[in-house]
């Protein structure tokens, strides 16, 4: 064991990796409860979702750990499993298994990008300005849709400000009663009363979590769900009595996997994904979203973290941008986080990305692969946890999901605000991204804004050819859905 992840050589042992492993899990194991509540809403199995967390979780921290002999573990990224739900499925109108069949692909792309010259096109291409703010964009989207499932806002749509009921005219007849409003931008939020149970619920655990946090409690923010989901019970929120363990149990569990395990291969995933060539050029650039975020929310963890440790030196991080194959460590993490999507796609649940929770088993003094290694068991050993996923309220884990969005948007930083030519298009990849409630049209906004921002200046043969054709493809894709 020694021999194999070099403990001497990294300044480490066994019991202080041990301890970094047990530090990182804590850290980041809310995935396992927040996860299936927010894929469950695209109409998938909860107690699936929960396993294949689990289980992709577990295999691609392995994977970083043997291959790559690094301290970091991964899972369903928050932001991205949102997109999935809220974009691909809500917005998009595909079908949650079609949606797999996406992130499948894009796993095979970010492969392919790994081991090849593409990645380094990648890194060269987008300025560190727009991959910032499409970072704390993202952190925007997570926090906002954690203010809505903790019940905080009301919106008030006045009736000439409705477009449609359950698809139809508005001023038509209802007979069934209302599955869908569309209304426009006159729809206001506003704060609501505090009466409601499970908005006092949700402010109580934002108020746990945040004292934790500030405290650096580990695994505060698992420890506020925890917390929250048993002060609901008292509140009324949570009726143990209505919960069925059989139905709620690890057999239950693998049972329910059937369902999306290997999915993306049966005639609802990639079949039919591809059946309906007229949403190609859509089907492009959710992919091509779902890659861009996934590969730089990974990227700045790596560097983010691992140039403060010394775990990838700086010929590490050149090797990013001039190798191709694995002849880094840093290359063989990337390419571990790769297939950590590859297989949260085949078991059921969206793109797998390295957590910057790591950074906790990393404070905690874990240097090699063995902290990844005690990660990835903590994980397995936490599917034991299936009967009581059930009983987790949404207002349990929507202070998660705010806490989550508040750690993200730190990347604003690293924005300069005062060169403004820098600012229109980190606006439009930042907060853009979260009032429009959609990570591509973020991301879309933040590039075809940068490509004007540079045209108008005189510098558009700065922009690199990569990012002209991805705001090409963005405009085509808005407008073939005009007139879809």
Known sequence: MENFFKFE????????????????????????????????????????????????????TLIL???????????????????????????????????????FICGVVNIVITITKVRKMLIIAIPDSLQHAISAGIGIFIGYIGIKNAG???????????????????????????????????????????????????????????VLMLKNIQGAI???????????????????????????????????LGETFLVIFTPAGLPSLFSDLTKLPI??????????SDIFDTIGTFIGTGRRTGIFSEEDEKAVQDSKGFSSKMDKALFGDSIGTLVG?????????????SAAGIGAGGR???????????????????????????????????????LMIASLNDVDWSDFSEAVPAFFASIFMGLAYSISNGIAAGFITYGLVKTVKGEGK????????SIILFILNYIVMAFI
């Open 152 to 210: 905080l806002l009301n919106f008030t749509v006045d009736g000439y400000n409705i477009l449609s009921i359950n698809g139809g005219d508005p001023t038509a007849p209802i007979t069934n009663g209302i599955d869908s409003l569309v209304a426009n931008s006159g729809a206001l939020p506003a704060l609501v009363n505090f009466t409601d149970p499970g908005v006092l619920l949700a402010l109580i655990g934002l108020v746990i979590t945040v």
């Open 9 to 60: 050589e990294n300044g480490t042992k066994l019991s202080t990796e041990i301890t970094a492993g047990i530090t990182t899990f804590l850290a980041m194991s809310y995935i396992i409860f927040v996860n299936p509540s927010l894929l469950a809403l695209s109409g998938m199995p909860s107690q699936a979702v929960f396993l294949a967390t689990i289980f992709s979780s577990a295999i691609a």
């Open 283 to 292: 089907v492009l650039i959710t992919i091509f979203s779902f890659s861009l």
């Open 368 to 406: 090699t692969g063995m902290t990844s290694v005690v990660t990835s068991i903590c994980f397995l050993l936490a599917m034991f946890l299936s009967p009581v996923i059930g009983i987790v309220p949404t207002q349990a884990t929507a202070p998660a999901l705010i806490i989550v969005g508040i």
């Open 462 to 469: 700065d922009v690199h050819p990569l990012i002209w054709v």
């Open 222 to 256: 698992l420890i506020g769900i925890v917390a929250t989901t048993l002060l609901a019970i008292p509140m009324g929120l949570v009726d143990l009595s209505t919960i069925n363990l059989v139905d709620n149990s690890l057999a239950s569990a693998f049972d329910d």
């Open 345 to 357: 796609a085949l078991f059921g649940t969206s793109n797998v990305t390295t957590y910057v929770e």
């Open 65 to 103: 750990g043997l291959f790559a002999n690094v301290p970091y573990a991964v899972a369903p990224g928050m932001g991205l499993n949102a997109f999935f739900t809220y974009t691909v499925v809500f917005a998009l109108g595909f079908t949650w298994q079609e949606a797999l069949a996406m992130v």
